[in-house]
């Protein structure tokens, strides 16, 4: 065969701009996020430019981008972990690992940036919300494994468990906090979790134990309405609704099941 011959047989794939693939979807997702960053980055400006500052909603746009930047921290944090795992490390790093992370506060980062997903979570700002709700997991698990006695680590845990159906782990971990500090709001994620596993009896327990506190407790008022509504006694659930009403202004959807209550009376 000709030397001629030789070249013709051999294809070249030409790249037709400075973008590179990744074969590794996880690498490639983490670079499409970065090119995301930039290219809004440029839009920011050209319409600041365009419109003006005073125009421009910059809270929205920083939002937006603040998510962004957070995503692409946590997917770069999440392929650290995978190429460097503990098992890897002698016991000596890692103690001296934690150490350090436990001096510089480390466990109050992974704490916010659980916190924060959380809140997106509760927008319906995540496609799979499993994904997201894991991934929330995975970062209480961090602060705990830096600082056991965190308690909003284990608090923050527990709403992400309870999102995924898992209510009997989520209560131990709202346990958990409890032994740490007590704070009502972790009482009514126990009710909460009760309610929605269907165990009625503890979740009303609960709500009650903290109305003795606070007599004013919207959210109790409101968790035993629903928790009444469930096992279909309707007249204590439009007692509990009036007496959230009563207290702060009910959302809609509360206020289309509370006259459904009425009807059914």
């Known amino acids: 065969m000709k030397e001629s011959e030789d070249w013709e047989d051999i294809k070249v794939n030409r790249r037709k701009g400075d973008k590179v693939f990744f074969e590794s979807t996880f690498l490639q997702q983490i670079s499409d996020s970065i090119d995301y960053l930039s290219d809004e980055s440029k839009e920011v400006l050209k319409e600041i430019d365009k419109r003006g500052l005073d ?24 392929l650290k972990s995978e190429i460097i795992t503990s098992d890897d490390l002698p016991d000596s790093v890692k103690k001296s690992s934690r150490n350090f992370k436990i001096a510089l506060n480390r466990d109050e980062d992974y704490v916010r940036r659980a916190r924060r997903r959380l809140n997106r979570i509760e927008l319906n700002d995540f496609n799979d919300l499993q994904r997201a ?95 009444y509504y469930d ?14 009403n009563d207290i702060t202004l009910l959302d809609n959807e509360s206020k289309t099941l509370w006259k459904e209550c009425i009807d059914k009376i």
């Open 55 to 78: 125009d421009i909603d910059v809270e929205e746009v920083g939002e937006t981008t603040l998510n962004h930047i957070s995503d692409v921290v946590d997917e770069v944090s999440q």
């Open 133 to 227: 709700n894991l991934r929330v997991i995975q970062l209480c698990d961090k602060a705990i494994d830096v600082n056991d006695s965190n308690k909003d680590a284990h608090y923050l845990k527990g709403r992400a468990l309870s999102n995924l159906g898992r209510y009997d782990d989520a209560i131990d971990e709202f346990i958990t906090s409890l032994a740490i500090m007590d704070d009502l709001n972790i009482y009514l994620a126990i009710a909460d979790a009760n309610r929605l596993n269907g165990e009625y009896e503890d979740a009303i327990s609960v709500y009650d134990s903290v109305l003795e506190r606070d007599e004013h407790s919207y959210e109790a008022y409101k968790g035993k309405a629903l928790t």
């Open 231 to 244: 096992c279909e006694d309707f007249k204590n659930a439009d007692k509990s609704f009036k007496k959230a």
